[in-house]
Every structure is written in C-alpha cells, then in structure tokens.
C-alpha cells in the first residue's frame, strides 16, 4: 500500500485536533471520507476539514472503494463491530484507545485479524510522544537502579455534566464506555507502565461508588505485578474536590525517582543523590502524529508499528479485572 486514503468513521472531538488533521501530514496519506450517524456533523465536519465525501452508514463507507484504511474514532462499545465489518472487507483498522469495552471483544479483534491477515493498530499514541519516550530512556539507561515499585496517584473533581443523572456523558454509561471514567483515563496510564516494564501477569481492585452521581463506579483502587515480578498499584477517584488533584505516575528505583503526569504534560521529576532535576519535553501539535506516522509506514511496508490490537488486550485484561468484570 503506497498511498492510504482513509475513511474515519466517527468524528467527535478526539479527531478535531488529536489525530484528524495529522492523517494529512504524512506522505502518501489523505483522508477521504467521514461518518457519522447524524448527517449535519458529518457535513459539517467534511467542509471544515476539506474531506471529499462523507457518509451516514459506516457500511457504505467501508465499502467504497476509494478508501483502503478504516479509522475508528467512535465510543468503546462499537469498537469491535467496526473493526470486524472493516477487517472483513479487506481494510486494516486504526483505532481509538481502549481497544474495546471489554477484553472479550478485544479477543474478537484479534481472532479475526489473525484469520483474515488484515492488521488492526490501536491509538496509544503517549508511549510515542517524546515526552514519555524521555520517561523510558530514564528508566532503560538506569539511572533510577533497580526498580522495586511503581504507583499510579489520579484523581479528580466532577465534571459539570456528571450531576446531570438525566443525560450523562457517554463515558459514564458502562454499557457504552466500558466502565466509567476509569476505562476512559486509565488505558493510556496502564499501557504506558506495560510499554515500559512488560505485561501485567495479575491485578486485582476494589471499586466504589462514593458520591452517588451515577451508577459507574467512581473511585478505585488496585493492585498489579507486572511478568518482570514488579509490583505496583494504583488509585483513582474522579469525585475529589479540586485542591486534591492528581496526576501523576511514580517510579520507585534503588538510585532514584522518576514522577510525570500522563495527561498534565508536567515536568518530569527526578530525584537522586545528586539533587533534584525537572525535566521539560515539548510534544507536536499533534498528538497521534508520532503513532499515525508509524501506523502509515507499516501499512506502506517502510516500518513496522507495535501498537496493535495484540499489544492493546493486555490493557483491558487489567481493567476488567481491576474492575471485577472477569
């Protein structure tokens, strides 16, 4: 495949400014057509980014046969129908993070890229941004020593549409998502440590629902040893007040601490004997441009990308066992 003409079916916020515009910037990559089940988005989103055709029906488009790449920027839960319908046609996926909304349907993925040989990629596009490349060359040129623990510290105040019990966001609605804001926030935290130290072999968590604004559970806790025999854990409360927010990933060596956030971009921290030193990494305008580079260059033969649906269904292993989901 020399030149990529994508379909995306789905256009919410995540493609405005994330990934949409970086299809675009890679060579022999365009962007062809969009969807979305309202025709007034999918208009509008066509004539605001100079995008050729745009469709209602996500069959339509994976069947026209001007588009030979399928990016999937939808919730969780149709995640895995897309994917086969594309696979099935032919055409190698892209999609957004978490894999699926449950590590069974990730299993339904993978079962069908491996029979039809079609390639499925997933956006965990922060283990290419520089600003964690930085993180792991820290921990892989040893600075740090030994590591013996690794902690996950998150939390948050409610958003304003969460006390609307009315008409919740899609990410509060299990169903749809998965499983709250946990399964929205924590796949990119839980992906990252995996790039880093290797697969998480055991999990476990305790869950609950603090502050009664909706049914998902909104504050966890978990415990996880990666196949290395690293242990580390994990808090996350999406209901805090304001003054105890948190953000931050904390990797525990016998020479030193390394702290950075995964969505705040803050300075990373590292401690040593030597003193203290705050490290400032500049990421692209773009953020998926890194990994829809890389995705592109597998597609066209020149590279090879590592963020697949194999790679992902270790993430959602974990959740849905922090979660008590299997």
């Keep these: 495949m020399k030149e990529i003409n994508w379909g995306f079916i789905g256009c919410g916020e995540v493609t405005e400014k994330k990934s949409g515009p970086a299809f675009n910037l890679v060579d022999g990559s365009h ?13 509008s989103y066509a004539a605001r980014h100079h995008i050729k055709k745009w469709y209602t029906d996500a069959q339509e488009l994976i069947d026209d046969p001007e588009i030979n790449a399928i990016y999937i920027a939808t919730p969780p839960s149709s995640h895995a129908t897309f994917a086969i319908m594309a696979m099935r046609s032919g055409k190698p996926v892209y999609i957004e993070k ?24 997933v956006a965990y596009y922060r283990r290419y941004l ?11 040129n040893g600075v740090l020593g030994n590591i013996v623990n690794v902690q996950i510290r998150f939390s948050t105040p409610p958003r304003e549409l969460d006390y609307n019990s009315n008409d919740l966001p899609w990410r509060l609605q299990p169903d ?6 946990f399964y929205d926030l924590a796949p990119h935290q839980i992906d ?10 055991k999990a476990h968590g305790y869950t609950a629902n603090r502050a009664h604004l909706y049914q998902a559970e909104d504050t966890i806790s978990a415990c996880f040893r990666f196949e290395n025999g690293l242990v580390g854990s994990g808090s996350w409360c999406f ?12 990797i525990i060596g016998d020479r030193g601490t390394l702290s950075f956030s995964v969505y705040n971009y803050d300075p990373i921290r590292l401690v040593t004997s030597d003193g203290i030193t705050n490290i400032v990494v500049k990421n692209p305008d773009y953020v ?3 990994i829809i580079k890389n995705v592109i260059e597998d597609l066209q033969g020149s590279d090879i990308c590592r963020s697949t649906s194999v790679s992902a269904t270790p993430t959602n292993w974990v959740m849905d066992r922090i979660l008590g989901k299997m």
Aim: net charge negative.
């Design 288 to 290: 998926q441009l890194p």
């Design 31 to 43: 962007v062809m057509a969009v969807m979305s089940r309202n025709p007034d988005n999918a208009a």
């Design 239 to 250: 209901v805090g007040h304001k003054s105890a927010s948190e953000d931050c990933v904390e």
């Design 192 to 201: 990252l440590l995996q790039d880093i130290f290797g697969v998480i072999v």
């Design 130 to 140: 520089p600003y964690f490349r930085r993180v792991k060359s820290i921990v892989n």
């Design 98 to 121: 978490p894999l699926a909304a449950s590590y069974e349907d990730c299993v339904r993925i993978n079962r069908i890229s491996e029979q039809t040989g079609v390639p499925c990629f």
């Design 176 to 181: 749809i998502s998965g499983g709250g804001y």
